[in-house]
């Protein structure tokens, strides 16, 4: 059965970095584009980040471009590399599969699995 299971979330201090995993099971995640979102309350999903299937073009939203950095190896996961949390940052974080061969920055309307979500607070 096809999964995808983000990890890594919790709760860290502001200034403070998380690194978050995406990991496919039943599938080859390297065969897609993999974005990244969250949802903080009362907000509407947003995409923060995606990565092409080579790696060789990324996305990143203006909220967290030169903090965030996104990465795949070799296998089947994905990773965001999360530095200079701030309070706002704080939301449920997302993996997703993208439909199409396309890291675009897009939304989700480019995605059609998604994993469970993994919950990030930045607090003092």
């Known amino acids: 059965q096809a999964q995808l299971v983000e990890s890594g979330g919790g709760l860290v201090q502001p200034g403070g970095s998380l690194r978050l995993s995406c990991a496919a099971s039943?599938?080859?995640?390297?065969?897609?584009?993999v974005g990244w979102f969250r949802q903080a309350p009362g907000k509407e999903r947003e995409e923060i980040s995606c990565?092409?299937?080579?790696?060789?073009?990324t996305f990143y939203s203006d909220s967290v471009k030169d903090r965030f950095t996104i990465s795949r190896d070799m296998k089947n996961t994905v990773y965001l590399h999360m530095n200079s949390l701030k309070p706002e940052d704080t939301a449920v974080y997302y993996c997703?599969?993208?439909?199409?061969?396309?890291?675009?920055?897009?939304?989700?309307?480019?995605?059609?699995?998604w994993g469970q979500g993994t919950q990030v607070t930045v607090s003092s």
């Open positions: 990565i092409s299937r080579n790696a060789g073009s």
């Open positions: 997703a599969r993208g439909r199409s061969i396309y890291c675009s920055g897009f939304g989700s309307s480019e995605y059609d699995f």
């Open positions: 039943g599938f080859r995640l390297d065969a897609y584009v």
